[in-house]
């Protein structure tokens, strides 16, 4: 016995003629499919909400590094820069500049 399943993957519509046993296999790919979507959604909500939290580290360093320059405090500078390096290295792994 044959019929017809459109289904929803990755934007596109496909039309299938199956079996219905492998209409049942369709059915739980689908669910992983759209397991996998919103994983990825998750991840790019939280890779956002984490770049926005290093930009707000990146200022807070900036502004405590400007303050070291006027101080001429060598030891609080060289924190500073490697503190903005790491956040740098970060920002330029999520892909955020």
Do not use: P, W
């Not at 299938?16 to 059915?27: A, E, G, H």
């Not at 290093?54 to 924190?79: G, P, Q, S, V």
């Amino acid at each position: 016995m044959h019929i017809f399943v459109a289904t929803y993957l990755g934007g596109s519509y496909y039309t299938l003629k199956q079996n219905i046993r492998k209409v049942s296999k369709q059915k739980k790919k689908g669910e992983g499919l759209m397991k996998q979507l919103m994983n990825t959604s998750l991840k790019k909500a939280s890779e956002k909400e984490r770049t926005a939290v290093l930009r707000l580290e990146m200022d807070y360093e900036l502004a405590t590094l400007f303050e070291a320059i006027e101080e001429k405090n060598e030891k609080k500078m060289k924190e500073c820069k490697q503190k903005l390096e790491k956040i740098r290295m970060e920002l330029l792994r999520l892909k955020a500049f």
